[in-house]
């Protein structure tokens, strides 16, 4: 990181309990340098013993990323730095409106298949990510499951998650493998609008349609993070939270370059 990007993500970092008197062990190791090797290994998609010398042992490193997954401080990270870039863009810390949609990716060798599955209609034996994202295309809540599971079987559990973060929302579109139940679902449970954005049959070819480009776009940013171009990883709650470091990487540069 730059110093101007290493100052947007210590102002957002939690603040361990040491330095508030809540007890607990001090780090031995530089935080900069911790986010930075997780960061690479997000971004250039190496294995975790592949960690270059240039940063802390990989097994300490490992067990930092671990326990920020399991403590849910890269989620706390990851929402200081989506409001960030909602306020630095003129809008509400809080959004009201959002747009779901899910990828298939192959699973590595890695993946258990326990959690992984096959993607019928993609043709892809691995994993799937649902992701809902606001109007920026900045990511509010992801699921990761094996990718035999139906968009409408998660999109019941991602949109509950998504209430339960962001009680404004009333409003998300979707394309049209969230139809029947869910909406009705998503309505009369979770007091949601779940509006359906359907291709035209009259259209030829590729069409950006309106609201679904946005998530579609997400998808491209979190496919540049090599780490993310095939699923690795063993556990679905270690998958989210790549995909979470990974939008950190988006957001931490978009601020860096709006404070020059």
């Not at 404004?168 to 139940?181: E, K, M, P």
Request: charged share 30%; proline share 3%.
């Amino acid at each position: 990181m730059s110093d101007a990007e290493w100052a947007v993500v210590r102002d957002a970092m939690p603040v361990p309990g040491w330095l508030e008197g809540r007890g607990g062990q001090p780090e031995g190791y530089c935080h900069r340098q911790m986010v930075d090797a997780v960061r690479y290994l997000v971004a250039g998609g190496i294995t975790w013993r592949a960690m270059p010398a240039d940063f802390p042992a990989w097994d300490r490193v490992y067990a930092f990323f671990r326990r920020w997954r399991d403590k849910g401080l890269v989620g706390e990270f990851h929402d200081r730095l989506r409001d960030r870039v909602r306020g630095a863009a003129g809008r509400d810390p809080e959004p009201t409106a959002g747009v779901i949609d899910a990828q298939s990716v192959k699973g590595a060798a890695s993946v258990p298949a326990a959690s992984r599955g096959f993607d019928g209609g993609k043709k892809v034996n691995g994993r799937k990510r649902h992701i809902v994202v606001d109007t920026l295309g900045l990511l509010l809540a992801v699921m990761v499951t094996a990718a035999s599971v139906t968009d409408r079987e998660a999109g019941g559990t991602l949109l509950a998650r998504l209430r339960e973060r962001h009680w404004r929302i009333t409003l998300v579109w979707a394309d049209g493998s969230y139809t029947g139940r869910l909406v009705d679902l998503a309505r009369e449970v979770l007091r949601i609008t779940l509006s359906v954005v359907k291709r035209s049959d009259d259209v030829a070819g590729f069409t950006v349609l309106p609201k679904r480009w946005l998530v579609e776009r997400t998808f491209a940013w979190l496919m540049r993070s090599r780490r993310l171009a095939r699923d690795y990883e063993t556990r679905t709650d270690t998958a989210e939270a790549v995909i979470r470091w990974s939008m950190s990487m988006v957001m931490s540069r978009r601020l860096a370059r709006r404070a020059r």
